[in-house]
């Protein structure tokens, strides 16, 4: 299932027909989750075979009419920005200025065909649409444009005795030419929040949007080309062939968001070229639940962190549930209670949750439902209807810990509830899998609190709802082990793309020639209490006298 | 299985039980306790009190490194780092609290610093005492169970840190592996959750491209022609003399941030070229060959490699100075070259070692575009009294570090990151840098249940489209408006 060789892929495209894909490649690339996902005009694969796909695939067939990107073109591409960049336009810090006014602009007007594309890709909700992706793209806008002239200040340090007399400072510099590889769950704000990062930084950016959402792929392409400096800012559309050409190449960063596989092939082709990257990675995010809380509220929160977050296909969504058997039955009628409340007797018909972005998807969540031992741990929910990829929002309750759905990051609908005696284990749990991207704890005991922060390794963390974290500039977003490395978001966009260069400065004057050869005796002891800083020891050194 | 035993490592499956081990007592939460780690540092400290004829003599055997080099550059320095360390821990330990939005409100935030678990630290051959300690003390100041791979080029040091760290060190989570290509190749197998490396971009590549495979940052410490521009109008014996600081002085030229090569005008370079003659004989005599103030050269190897460098057709009538060399003892004199080609070996790889080509210009804003025509740095040195040209000079050249009137010495301020771009590295270290290099970030907010704002969740309504709209574009009429039901729409 994981994985779909080389040559049935080529055989997929003799029978797909429309493109030419018979370039051999070396990676194969998938987004979120480990599930294998290629487009193809008409075609779509997974390890069941070949299913028809008109729905997903409405609008690929206008991407592919676009030119075959292949490696030369890609680096004449890259090559085009470098100059760019070496001419030394993108540094200026009206140059940033003007480019992030146009990404607002771009944003205010648009809107509506943003919001359009977004339904078109995942029928993701309007109002999903506008506060997760819409005004979180525009409030890193205007927060870089406040904030940028003071981020590029150098940053004053203190000196040391060693070095006196001198100052010193680090000055942020941008990095060069940049790719951004984005994901399909939030395709705008996940291309245009680390673009926008990029650019505050001063640096040429390639943007490669999802294949998997292929109509904001479009839009990207279109808008970024409409309102932004293509000298130096750029949007390939594309998929596997694209994104390996693009690899090829020598990046001064790389931002990747998507799967720790796809992520390790990131990071290996980064590794030739010396590459830094940030990989924004996902994993399974638990939500512990104690007893002594407001029940509405967290519940509330939870699905607000599940259901209502793109039904569950964002790498911060909540992907289990802790909590203990005596509590299991009061938290279960409450989510039933809310999510009705939310969604209606029949969620399958809600216009209020987006969809399932894909059949191969859609495929790989019916079968962590469907296997043996999950299959009759369903508690509420379980509808599915393939025709329109929507599958209801479902409750599992102590499915098998050697489950699929309890070993991978399931990314869509379904919430597996875990229960132990007492609230305690639940760090050994979360412990027992991989570190996630978020942690989440409802509680009202500080104690508890306390422990958790303390014991548990995640990318964030947020005690007593979920999501809203990374809404909060002042914090980093990014993960740690397998949820990713590096982070992003406010100040530390910037930074991510920027090189923190050292500058000390010295005059002529007050030079000590205890530092040059020949090395006698007294200039090492000299030398020695001067570096320690110890001033007694410095006067009896310049006095010729010693302790030794 | 004995500590001693286990510092060579030599297949993976070994190596696989040293990181199974220490990840257990990782995992027992013991190095997170603030005490640890200062216990840890404090026996640093004691350690290099101690033993410091020991390493001074350790790295006499592998480099015939000047004593004064030895216990000032590498001891002293260390000393100072752990001090500082040990002084500020606990004020870098404590979460950082951030500001929070109105989305969130009420709401507080804290940036957490946490371990990254284990880390491997695999150190070169030139400074082999302080880059390998270096990193391992931030690794401990961050509460990381550490393994040290000293380089198997400076043997009698790596023999040295195996016995000292076994001896003064809680070996339980901290540990050496000597070895070469083979034991890091096995060590480079395993799961680790920082890798710091410093050497060449080659190796820095291959370390790399094995983290990948575990999703294991890195932070890559490479080196690169870090060159000196030299401008005229200065005080030129106080430049020489620091010229020469960087560069025999400082390991004879086997230093990641050793001044490469000079660039300075055509006029000025004869001027330039008699004062760093003068000053190199009052610093080490008529005969340097014999001078006990140089280290020599590592090895055969690399003094092959050097005198290739000088050999080379184009290069060897372009000597200035010096030249000599003495293949038994593995020493070669400070060597200076005037107007070497471009394309020659010497101007294309890093040099590491006392030879120094002078490329000379027109203009001294020339030579900017020279630096950048070549990968980035590790360092860019400058020596100029002209206010315009330093300031064109840290905006025009990029490098790891820069230092305007002096060479190496911003390695010595604790406040300057150290770390290379590109070519030279990623990520950096050096006191608070350190602690930050090895340990995660963890991003926490802290709500109550209180002030739950029903507009987040569905059914969504236009009302809640609205409401939502004004809240935030922190529009407080807006808000009003969708409240009360109105709409400007």
Not at chain 1, 128 to 144: G, P, V
Not at chain 1, 164 to 173: D, G
Not at chain 2, 274 to 297: A, C, Q, V, W
Not at chain 2, 425 to 446: C, E, I, Q, R, T
Request: glycine residues 6%.
């Amino acid at each position: 299932m994981k994985s779909i060789s080389v040559h049935i892929l080529r055989d997929c495209s003799a029978v797909g027909g429309g493109a030419s894909r018979g370039r051999a490649f070396s990676y194969r690339f998938t987004r979120k989750s480990n599930q294998t996902r290629l487009s193809f005009p008409n075609l779509i694969t997974t390890s069941y075979g070949f299913k028809s796909c008109s729905a997903t695939l409405s609008v690929v067939a206008e991407v592919e009419e676009k030119p075959k990107f292949d490696v030369h073109k890609t680096a004449l591409l890259v090559k085009e920005l470098r100059k760019s960049f070496n001419s030394g336009r993108t540094r200026g810090y009206e140059w940033r200025v003007s480019q992030l006014k146009s990404i607002e602009k771009m944003i205010d007007e648009k809107e509506k065909e943003i919001t359009e594309a977004l339904h078109k890709d995942l029928s993701k909700p309007e109002l999903e649409a506008f506060i997760s992706e819409i005004s979180q793209a525009k409030s890193s806008c205007k927060l870089a444009l406040k904030e940028l002239s003071y981020w590029m200040i150098p940053k004053k340090v203190k000196t040391s005795l060693t070095t006196y007399p001198s100052s010193a400072e680090i000055v942020s510099e941008p990095l060069g030419v940049v790719l951004v590889i984005s994901t399909w769950n939030f395709p705008f704000l996940l291309s245009l929040d680390p673009v926008i990062g990029a650019i505050s930084a001063g640096n040429a950016v390639v943007l490669k949007p999802s294949e998997i959402a292929p109509a904001t792929s479009l839009l990207l392409s279109s808008l970024v080309e409409e309102y932004l400096d293509n000298s130096a800012i750029r949007v390939v559309q594309g998929a596997v062939d694209e994104t390996t050409a693009l690899l090829e190449q020598k990046w001064d960063k790389i931002l990747y968001t998507g799967s720790a596989r796809v992520g390790r092939i990131v990071m290996a082709a980064a590794a030739k070229h010396l590459t830094p990257v940030t990989l924004e990675l996902g994993g399974k995010c638990p939500a512990v639940v104690d007893s002594n809380i407001n029940l509405q509220v967290a519940v509330r929160r939870i699905i607000a962190g599940k259901w209502a977050c793109n039904n569950g296909q964002a790498c911060i969504d909540v992907d289990y549930i802790i909590t203990t058997k005596e509590f299991a039955p009061k938290l279960i009628d409450s989510l039933i209670y809310e999510l009705e409340q939310f969604f209606g007797k029949d969620p399958m018909e809600s216009n209020d949750i987006s969809r399932i972005v894909s059949s191969s998807h859609f495929a790989r969540l019916v079968k962590l439902l469907d296997e043996d031992k999950v299959s009759d741990k369903i508690v509420l929910g379980g509808q599915r209807d393939e025709n329109q990829l929507k599958i209801a929002p479902t409750i599992l309750l102590d499915v098998p810990e050697d489950s699929l759905i309890m070993q991978e990051e399931i990314f869509g609908p379904l919430m597996p509830i875990v229960t132990v005696e007492n609230l305690e284990d639940s760090f050994e749990v979360i412990k027992s899998k991989p570190k996630p991207l978020a942690a989440y704890l409802f509680s009202n005991d500080e104690q508890l609190k306390k422990d958790f922060v303390q014991n548990i390794s995640s990318g964030g963390m947020l005690i007593n709802d979920t999501i809203l974290h990374v809404a909060t500039d002042g914090l980093p977003f990014g993960g740690v082990g397998e949820s990713g490395m590096g982070s992003y978001h406010g100040k530390f966009s910037f930074d991510a793309f920027s090189h923190k260069k050292a500058v000390l400065y010295r005059s002529f004057d007050g030079d000590a020639s205890v530092r040059y050869p020949p090395y006698t005796p007294k200039r090492l002891r000299l030398l020695k209490a001067l570096i320690s800083g110890n001033i007694i020891s410095i006067i009896l050194a310049l006095i010729g006298w010693s302790k030794d | 299985m004995a500590a001693e035993e286990e510092s060579r490592v030599v297949d993976a499956k070994a190596a696989a039980r040293l990181v199974k081990g220490l990840r257990e007592a990782f995992g027992a939460g013991k190095t997170r306790s603030y005490e640890w780690r200062v216990s840890q540092l404090k026996s640093i400290l004691k350690m290099m009190e101690d033993r410091e004829q020991d390493i001074a003599e350790a790295l006499r055997s592998d480099l015939a490194k000047p004593e004064l080099e030895s216990v000032v550059y590498e001891v002293a320095m260390l000393k100072n780092t752990c001090t500082m360390v040990i002084k500020k821990l606990k004020h870098w330990m404590m979460p950082e609290k951030v500001k929070t939005s109105m989305t969130s409100f009420p709401s507080s935030a804290e940036i957490v610093p946490e371990p990254l678990g284990v880390v491997l630290v695999i150190s070169p051959w030139n400074y082999p005492f302080l880059l390998s300690l270096d990193p391992v003390v931030g690794a401990i100041a961050a509460g990381n169970a550490v393994v040290l791979k000293p380089s198997e080029i400076a043997p009698a040091t790596s023999a040295l840190l195996a016995k000292l760290i076994r001896e003064y060190m809680d070996n339980s989570l901290i540990r050496v592996v000597e070895g070469a290509v083979a034991e890091t190749s096995a060590l480079l197998e395993q799961k680790w959750d920082k890798i710091c490396y410093t050497g060449n971009g080659r190796v820095g590549r291959i370390v790399m491209a094995a983290a990948a495979k575990h999703l294991t940052p890195v932070l890559l410490e490479l080196g690169g022609k870090s060159p000196v521009v030299v401008d005229s109008g200065i005080n030129l014996q106080v430049a020489t003399r620091r010229i020469i600081a960087g560069k025999w002085a400082c390991n004879n030229g086997q230093t990641c941030v050793a001044a490469d090569y000079i660039i300075t005008t055509k006029d000025y370079a004869p001027k330039l070229l008699d004062s760093l003659k003068h000053e190199l004989e009052k610093f080490y005599g008529k005969n340097p060959l014999e001078s006990k103030d140089l280290s020599r050269i590592v090895n055969a190897n690399h003094f092959a490699r050097l005198t290739k460098l000088l050999d080379e057709d184009k290069v060897s009538g372009k000597i200035v100075h010096g030249g000599e060399r003495d293949k038994p003892n593995l020493k070669i004199a400070p060597t200076i070259l005037l107007d070497v080609p471009r394309d020659s070996t010497i101007m294309n790889e890093e040099i590491f070692g006392p030879l120094l080509p002078i490329i000379t210009v027109e203009k001294v804003e020339d030579s900017v575009d020279i630096i950048n025509s070549g990968t980035k740095p590790l360092a860019a040195y400058l020596f100029t009294n002209n206010k315009k040209l330093k300031e064109h000079f840290v905006m025009a050249v990029s490098a790891g570090g820069m230092v305007v009137n002096d060479t190496v010495i911003h390695l010595a301020v604790d406040n300057l990151p150290f770390g290379g771009v590109q070519e030279s590295g990623m990520g950096a270290y050096h006191g608070k840098f350190s602690f930050d290099a090895f340990s995660h970030k963890k991003a926490v907010l802290y709500r109550g249940f209180g002030g739950d704002v029903p507009v987040r969740y569905p059914p969504y309504t236009k009302g809640k489209l609205r409401l939502m709209k004004a809240l935030i574009s922190g529009s407080i009429l807006g808000a009003i408006f969708a409240l009360i039901g109105w709409s400007k729409d």
